[in-house]
């Protein structure tokens, strides 16, 4: 760190805390010198400040000027998982309860399919390879303290030819104490060529006090690998949620994600999909229903380093209360990258006059024959729509309800796991309940 | 049935109707005529219940109840139908789950039980083959991507479903081809009965040869100038709007 540059942004009072808590890490030993390099990363970056451009809307070391520490290992009832839980589907399970790998929650692993928690395989040969290499950690913050504190988290590996019926489901569960808790959840998936792969990731927080969630997950698709991800965000309600969530696509693979936020004070989502293969496709969606003070940042980019690659991506978005959200989508088409084909969208839905969206493209053209699209909504319910429902005779509070819904069916319908599905569909109903309900009172 | 006394309307600062009277009884058609931009449209989104229209003076009594005094949806329990000029598109509600949602929000409003997801598949196979409209239209979103003749059916087809008392038609016809406008005047005219009255508002008296109205209204910038019978509307087609207008603007001076 010696003749590293001293930051003058630093805000927040805890960040030097950060380089102590580094120093008499218990976990500080194995991975030593990415940490490190993580650390001094942290160390010269601070806590981004609202002059940084990925942070302009929100000061976030206001929102952590809290000083969160490790949380203590926890228990959690089945009763308590339960409600994160598919009964009706078969899926591979892993529980992470303040951060910690909870061992007496996870299901028989089946063959042909490498599931560990990441801390038990810090010398597995890929993670090694692999672990820290696609979420860099030079311009994030975030992303550098993950990588000097990480523990626990999933590591799975698909081997080649694989097809995994049973959706890996990984669930992230706070439960909120009095002193604020900060977890670093890490994870790796490597699915070889031709493999095929669904995940779910459940962020969730039991209670209603401040903890911190600073999640990364890197996901590396080989040629023709399929993977499908799916990622449910529901923090309690004065949880801070940071996720990188970073996938890289081989040859003709696939990959999607879906990314629902309902929970949370403050979420920050980052989602970058590098299409490093030729025809590989990515689509990223998301949804998001805030009400309250909630503040949510979606910051996605969509990287075409190679020709023939087509992206989907649409967020949708339900705000009331005086909630906020930001939407920067950035598509950035090298210049080898050529019949591109990158959609982008997203559409936003103001349910009270106090609520705010600020949506922005981001276009980075190197590439002459690129197909591009994108654009932005930001309006109200329609109200024609909404007279028209009630000229039938259908009442004012479920024609909105109707209406609501049928936006967000628009992403839910697109999740292909039934059983997460209708999950989702019942929570979102809830939800939606909820702010109209605040709303209208 | 319907009685609409010394009707103002308008927007905001501006008055569109300016003292509108009208009585319809049960079992009677009327029609009402008149240029672009007379009122007509206003005049059928008032008794439908637009919140982007205010009523400044005047009274509409609907079976003995102030009509205004509902919201649109109580009006549709009431048996009041608008079939609208300009049917709204609404992304991502299929047609079967809005039209059995309707029904089943007027019966459950009248305290009479619902209709499950098979009964209603009877029932509107039933009304589809009135307007002659194929039965994939019920997967499809309410209104997007039809035709215009398509979402005229459709309007229709609600109609069917619903079993109106009142039913105001505000240009269903406009824009219909030939058997479209036989489609709908058939539907129209099925779906007339003596406790039943229609209100249709066209621009053409093509569509009277098919449904063959009691009255005829000209309504002009706001006003009904002149009611008659059927013959009025021939009168109309031969000598055009000009005439009428000539005709008031002397008799308003
Ligand atoms: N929502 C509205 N806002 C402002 N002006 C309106 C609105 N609706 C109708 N008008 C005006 O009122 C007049 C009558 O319109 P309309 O009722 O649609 O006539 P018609 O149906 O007879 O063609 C027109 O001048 C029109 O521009
Ligand atoms: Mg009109």
Known sequence: MTGSKKNTRHTASNHTSWIQKFESSPNGQPLRALRQRAIADFDRLGYPTTADEAWKSVNPSALIRTNFGPAPPASLADAELEPFIYPDLQTIRLVFVNGYYAPEHASDIPEGITIANLADVYDHPLVKAHLGKLAQTADLAFTALNTAFMRDGVFIHVQRNITVEAPVHILFITTASETPTISH???????????????????????????????????????????????????????????????QLGRSSRMTFHDFTLGGAFVRNDVSAYMRGEGSEATVNGFYALEGSQHVDNYTLLEHAEPHCPSHELYKGILGGSSRAIFRGKIHVHQKAQHTDAYQQNENILLSDNARVNTKPQLEIYADEVKCSHGATIGQLDENALFYLQ???????????????????????RVTLAPVRSHLSDLIDTRLEHIDARETA | MLEIRNLHAGVEDAEILHGINLAVNAGEIHAIMG???????????????????????????????????????????????????????????????FLRTALNALRTARDEEEVDAIDFLTLIRDKLKLVE???????RSVNEGFSGGEKKRHEILQMAVLEPRLSILDET??????????????????????????????????????IVPDFVHVMLDGRIVQSGDKTLALELEEKGYDWIKEEHATHSV
């Open chain 2, 133 to 139: 409209m194929d039965e994939k239209f019920l997967k």
């Open chain 1, 391 to 413: 000229a039938r005779g259908i009442p004012k509070a479920e024609a909105k309800r109707i209406l609501l819904r049928a936006f967000a069916d628009d992403i839910i319908g």
């Open chain 1, 185 to 247: 959840p890490r994870n790796l998936i490597i699915a070889d060529e031709n493999s095929q792969l669904s995940i779910v990731e459940t962020y969730a927080g039991i209670g209603s006090a401040a903890y911190f969630t600073n999640a990364v997950t890197e996901i590396i698709a080989r040629d023709n690998a399929s993977v499908n991800s799916i990622r449910l965000e529901l923090q309690g309600t004065a949880g801070l949620h940071v996720a990188n969530f970073q996938a």
């Open chain 2, 35 to 97: 240029p672009n931009g007379s009122g007509k449209s206003t005049l059928a989104q008032v008794l439908a219940g637009h919140e982007a229209y205010s009523v400044t003076e005047g009274e509409v009594i609907y079976e003995g109840q102030d009509l205004l005094d509902m919201d649109p949806d109580e009006r549709a329990v009431h048996g009041v139908f608008l079939a609208f000029q300009y049917p709204v598109e609404i992304p991502g509600v299929n047609s079967a789950y």
């Open chain 2, 173 to 210: 016809d406009s824009g219909l081809d030939i058997d479209a406008l036989r489609v709908v005047a058939n539907g129209v005219n099925t779906l007339h009965s003596a406790d039943k009255a229609t209100i249709v508002v066209t621009h053409y008296q093509r569509l009277l040869n098919n």
